[in-house]
């Protein structure tokens, strides 16, 4: 993302709170030519800090706080910003595993945590800020510089996209649906020795919701599924072959080490609530069994395995219109915790 | 059937058997019998004790209520001790665990008599010792989370300063250079703890050493004091009762003891409002747990002090390495992370629990 695209972000206000000193120095320096960035290392001086911004009626478009706190928990920061009835955006950053804080990220609706590592990057914090503020969403090309996204009439010849090349193909049916995946499936275990089980379980996931769950009659009824009434299963129709208007969009590609999935629906019929508490039902124990409630059906599973296998999980939604999932994918990075991160306007 | 005494005895899954003051075998139940390999009871009673049973040539050494020259026994001594032995069959020696009891009784000519009560407790020491490896694992388990955690924070610094550099580079803007000055003690601040933490989890690791020794605890706590007091100056008030034998003395190491101590004051000290002095009550006393099935009494310490207490949400948390509240001051979260592992190693325990602003900590030197 080139720099002059951003001249007009100067007007939006960004409070970090961070009490590891090189990271808040480290956030702010990248952030600050930019936004207008505020930084603190307490809980207490966030606090008058937000207090401070709503009296002069220029309140924080987005808070950065880490979890943990040395006076207090980041958590409560959530609890008193939504008490104080702020549009104020929250992203939580934290070097804990997620999956613990789960059921409040939940509750409270959290669409940004980032885990701290050593592979974070500056650059995605600030993409994260900047989709989170502007509401400008889509688009795999924010969070790589100089890629190169091709769409059908201006593909070369092959299907096979050099390095920094994303390639964008239409899903009309099931047919095309199962030609392209084997297609990408071979191409990622040919360049970058992906396991054709993982491209399969990912590109699976992704087209199902599109092709399969998103697409629905008026009356709310699925298009392309029959719900089998004596078991409450959900059977898709064979061969499909669908409308113009439920038409979409998967985009495969590499970033150096990153591998990229994208698909693109014109559905945006995930929503936040709804995705955190897939991921919810999956990873919180029940305190009955000890065991994830997840476990007894298959809802849900398939957010929650993406999220497990890949690297990152990003889903970008505009409610009715649009939905992208952008599954990243790098061999070479050992992330211990993943992040969450749902974009929905 | 007509049930008498005998058969009530032979029901029992322990050895008891009777034996008269020249070590001679009156009775004994069934159990005892089966040990003994012999088939009728009479091939035992009038044989001495530890060749009938033990197939011993020697009275057995842990054995002492008898008084050999006198052929009599000592009076008034009721015993009940472990004793192990190795498997006799077992290809890697292990050890089967025996409790022994003997009572004194006096028979119808008030001739004493002593009653042997042997009870097989293997399984029991088996489940305790799987118990403790257990514990240690779960230890273990929860120190490598807390240290991954406690890595990432210096890590991401380390990554994200060196992001904010190359970024400089790249777009070739001039760097001041106190920019670049700031960032290096940035980065080196970072790198000192990650190596602070690094041999943190190599001191815990790798198996202290020291030597134990008989050490008088009541002289071992004044000592404790004195260091603290030399600390601490005027900001420390102990009250400190001993209520045993002033000469009491425990196996441990002096210094590590003292170490357990100074942790604890200083816990106190630094959880309390700065400027406030701190009331810190030690008591010594003799206890014994309404848990364990004999009455075995052991040292108890209590430390209780007046520095704000602890909340209950964070009380199970407070031996956790790395757990700290103390707002980034002097807190590196792994005093009373120490305190637990030095006692562990004297076969100590610690409990705690919290009211009002009291804290109460019982060390239990077993």
């Known amino acids: 993302m080139p720099v002059k695209d951003f001249e007009d972000l100067k ?104 885990t701290k590592h ?19 969403i889509f688009g795999i090309e924010k969070y790589f510089n100089d890629i190169k996204i091709y769409f059908p009439p201006e593909m070369k010849r092959t299907i096979e996209p050099e390095n920094k090349e994303v390639y964008s193909v239409i899903i009309r049916s099931m047919n095309d649906k199962i030609m392209w995946t084997e297609r990408i499936c071979k191409i990622l275990k040919d360049k970058k020795k992906i396991p054709i089980s993982l491209s399969k379980l990912v590109l699976d996931e992704i087209t199902a919701n599109a092709m399969i769950r998103a697409p629905r009659h008026k009356d709310g009824s699925y298009k392309y599924q029959e719900i089998i009434e004596e078991s409450d299963k959900l059977i898709p129709h064979e061969n499909i072959v669908l409308q113009d208007e439920d038409a979409f969009i998967l985009q495969y590609g590499f970033y150096n080490d990153w591998i990229i999935l994208v698909c693109q629906d014109p559905h945006g019929s995930l929503s936040k609530k709804e995705i955190l508490y897939r991921l919810y039902r999956h990873t919180a124990l029940c305190s009955e069994t000890g065991l994830p409630k997840g476990l007894s059906d298959t809802h849900g599973r398939g957010i929650f395995l993406l999220r497990e296998h890949l690297t990152q999980v990003i889903f970008n939604i505009q409610k009715d219109k649009k939905t992208e999932v952008i599954c990243l994918y790098n061999p070479v990075q050992n992330i211990p915790y993943k992040n969450i991160s749902v974009f929905q306007i | 059937m007509q049930i008498n005494s005998q058969n009530l005895f032979d029901y029992s899954n322990d050895l008891i058997f009777a034996v008269n003051s020249s070590r001679k075998i009156i009775n004994a139940n069934k159990p005892a019998l089966d040990f003994s390999g012999k088939k009728k009871r009479k091939e035992l009673e009038k044989h001495l004790c530890y060749k009938a049973l033990f197939s011993r040539k020697e009275p057995c050494d842990f054995c002492n209520i008898f008084d050999n020259n006198a052929a009599s026994i000592k009076n ?62 779960i230890a273990l388990g929860t120190l490598i989370q807390s240290v991954a955690h406690e890595l990432a924070n210096p890590l ?153 207490g602890i909340s209950g949400d964070i009380i199970s948390r407070i031996f956790d390495p790395y757990f700290t509240t103390k707002k980034g001051k002097s807190g590196s979260g792994l005093g009373l992370f120490l305190v637990q592992k030095i006692l562990f190693e004297h076969n100590a325990v610690i409990e705690t629990d919290s009211r009002g602003k009291h804290t109460r900590f019982r060390l239990k030197f077993y």
């Open chain 1, 118 to 136: 050593s592979n974070l990057s500056l650059h995605d914090i600030f993409v994260m800020a900047y989709k989170s503020i502007t509401q400008d």
């Open chain 2, 156 to 308: 991401t610094g380390l990554s994200l300063t060196l992001q904010n550099i190359e970024e400089k580079i790249d777009k070739e803007v001039s760097i001041n250079s106190d920019y670049i000055k700031n960032k290096i003690r940035l980065l080196k601040t970072d790198l000192k703890k990650t190596s602070h933490i690094i041999s943190d989890i190599k001191s815990f690791h790798t198996k202290e050493t020291y030597e134990i020794d008989k050490i008088i605890i009541y002289e071992t706590l004044r000592e404790s004091i004195k260091e603290i007091k030399r600390i601490y100056k005027k900001k420390l008030k102990i009250q400190f009762k001993w209520r045993l034998g002033k000469d009491y003395q425990i196996s441990g190491n002096k210094s590590k003891i003292i170490q357990v101590f100074i942790n604890l004051f200083k816990n106190s000290l630094e959880a309390a409002e700065p400027e406030s002095t701190v009331t810190v009550w030690l008591i010594g006393r003799m206890a014994n747990d309404s848990k364990s099935e004999d009455d075995k009494k052991f040292l108890e310490v209590q430390y209780i002090d007046n520095a704000g």
């Open chain 1, 11 to 114: 007007k939006y206000k960004i409070l970090i709170v961070e009490d590891v000193e090189s990271i808040l120095l480290a956030i702010k320096d990248y952030l600050m030519p930019y936004f207008i960035v505020d930084a603190t290392d307490s809980l207490t001086n966030a606090e008058d800090l937000i207090q401070k911004s709503i009296e002069e009626k220029k309140p924080y478009d987005l808070v950065i706080s880490d979890i943990n706190l040395s006076d207090k928990s980041g958590l409560e920061l959530v609890k008193i910003i939504k008490k104080k009835n702020l549009k104020t955006k929250i992203a939580l950053i934290t070097s804990y595993d997620i999956n613990d804080y789960i059921e409040f990220i939940k509750n409270e609706e959290i669409d940004q945590v980032m």
């Open chain 2, 76 to 137: 008034n001594l009721n015993n009940s001790f472990e004793i192990s032995i190795e498997e006799p069959d077992d290809p890697v020696g292990r050890l089967r665990y025996f409790n022994i009891k003997q009572h004194i009784v006096y028979d119808d000519e008030n001739k004493p008599v002593v009653i042997e009560v042997i009870s097989d407790i293997t399984r029991y020491r088996q489940d305790e010792e799987e118990y403790a490896r257990n514990s240690k694992l």
